[in-house]
């Protein structure tokens, strides 16, 4: 089983807007409402893909029993704890003329002490029955730092696979507990090491310092341009067919849940890095956030070119 965790779930909203302007004033009729945060995106996926998902993290108030609604009706089960305050809400506003996205993101509640704790037991169990962990995204207000640090250290000794797709702080101090696989986009990656990245040697080498560091696959995501992978030994690129974008929010998240799940079908690195690059184009495709089309994912598995770099 997979498990995904999102400590700061949200209700998505996406707005279609062509040619979209700011002071102006819009009367919307393609809107898109999905659960999210970026583990539930790959929840979603992956559950689309087959996998037996359990997704937890932290829930709270009206908006998140409508998003643990929404879940059970995708068959993916859940073991989310609750919280006193309300979960929060994202709402993108999409241009298909000028190719840009507008997010406006809130914070989220406050957690605890006690609802961390609750949490922190709560996620011991969970390890019983999974293979991979995945955790994603940001962290609420109340949670310390060194949270995905904490959870990656407590999957390994529990010999469950951890994958951490986080940034700022978060990631710096998960990479302390040398998790299998990270997956910082290139903005991430230069906030990382704190310079920015202008051609691929600089990626690879900041990406083969991180493995010596412990960590056993680092995936750069690229977006259109496709991904680097890199481990101590190896570093892949993944190059993506071009396509026509309709929304390019959550592909990440999909190329994780595409990764996880080649993992979990026991296949090699090469053959999990082009499904996990053929998922995250496959969601650039749609209009729903975490929704793939399983025979768009097959097609541009195909399609999908890997290079080896070093």
Request: aromatic content about 8%; overall charge positive; hydrophobic content about 40%.
């Given at each position: 089983?997979?498990?995904?965790v999102?400590l700061n779930?949200?209700?998505?909203?996406?707005?279609i807007?062509n040619n979209?302007?700011?002071?102006s004033k819009?009367?919307?009729d393609?809107?898109?409402?999905?659960?999210?945060g970026?583990?539930?995106?790959?929840?979603?996926t992956?559950s689309i893909?087959g996998?037996?998902?359990n997704?937890?993290g932290?829930?709270?108030g009206f908006?998140?029993?409508?998003?643990?609604?929404?879940?059970?009706?995708?068959?993916i089960?859940t073991?989310?704890v609750n919280?006193?305050?309300e979960?929060r809400?994202?709402t993108?506003i999409?241009?298909p003329?000028?190719?840009?996205e507008t997010?406006?993101?809130?914070k989220g509640p406050?957690?605890?002490?006690?609802e961390?704790?609750r949490?922190?037991k709560?996620?011991?169990k969970?390890?019983?029955?999974?293979?991979?962990i995945?955790a994603s995204?940001?962290?609420?207000?109340?949670?310390?730092?060194?949270?995905?640090?904490?959870?990656v250290?407590?999957?390994?000794?529990n010999n469950v696979?951890?994958?951490?797709?986080?940034?700022?702080?978060?990631l710096e101090?998960?990479?302390?507990?040398?998790?299998?696989m990270?997956k910082?986009?290139?903005?991430e990656?230069?906030?990382?090491v704190?310079?920015?990245?202008?051609?691929?040697?600089?990626i690879v080498?900041?990406?083969?310092y991180?493995?010596?560091?412990?960590?056993?696959?680092?995936a750069i995501?690229?977006?259109?341009?496709?991904?680097?992978?890199?481990?101590?030994e190896?570093?892949f690129?993944?190059?993506a067919?071009?396509i026509?974008?309709v929304n390019?929010?959550?592909?990440g998240d999909?190329l994780?849940?595409g990764?996880?799940?080649s993992?979990?079908?026991?296949h090699?690195?090469e053959?999990?890095?082009k499904?996990?690059v053929?998922?995250?184009?496959?969601?650039a495709l749609?209009?729903e956030i975490g929704?793939?089309?399983?025979n768009?994912?097959?097609?541009?598995y195909?399609?999908?070119r890997?290079l080896r770099?070093e």
């Amino acid at each position: 089983m997979i498990t995904t965790v999102t400590l700061n779930p949200a209700i998505d909203r996406s707005y279609i807007i062509n040619n979209f302007q700011p002071d102006s004033k819009y009367r919307v009729d393609d809107v898109t409402v999905t659960v999210g945060g970026k583990g539930i995106n790959v929840a979603k996926t992956a559950s689309i893909l087959g996998q037996r998902i359990n997704a937890t993290g932290f829930l709270g108030g009206f908006s998140g029993e409508y998003i643990k609604s929404e879940l059970i009706k995708l068959g993916i089960s859940t073991s989310f704890v609750n919280i006193a305050r309300e979960s929060r809400s994202l709402t993108a506003i999409i241009d298909p003329i000028n190719n840009t996205e507008t997010t406006v993101n809130e914070k989220g509640p406050f957690v605890t002490k006690l609802e961390l704790t609750r949490f922190i037991k709560e996620y011991i169990k969970i390890l019983k029955y999974s293979r991979i962990i995945i955790a994603s995204g940001c962290a609420p207000k109340g949670v310390p730092k060194t949270i995905y640090r904490d959870m990656v250290k407590i999957a390994k000794d529990n010999n469950v696979i951890p994958i951490i797709d986080a940034s700022g702080k978060y990631l710096e101090e998960a990479i302390k507990a040398k998790p299998y696989m990270i997956k910082p986009n290139i903005q991430e990656l230069r906030d990382l090491v704190g310079y920015d990245l202008k051609d691929e040697f600089e990626i690879v080498h900041e990406s083969r310092y991180i493995c010596k560091q412990g960590v056993e696959l680092v995936a750069i995501s690229l977006g259109c341009r496709g991904a680097i992978f890199a481990t101590k030994e190896r570093v892949f690129k993944a190059k993506a067919p071009v396509i026509d974008s309709v929304n390019v929010v959550g592909s990440g998240d999909a190329l994780v849940a595409g990764f996880a799940t080649s993992i979990i079908n026991n296949h090699n690195l090469e053959e999990a890095i082009k499904y996990g690059v053929a998922c995250g184009t496959a969601n650039a495709l749609e209009k729903e956030i975490g929704y793939v089309d399983k025979n768009n994912v097959e097609r541009l598995y195909n399609e999908i070119r890997v290079l080896r770099l070093e």
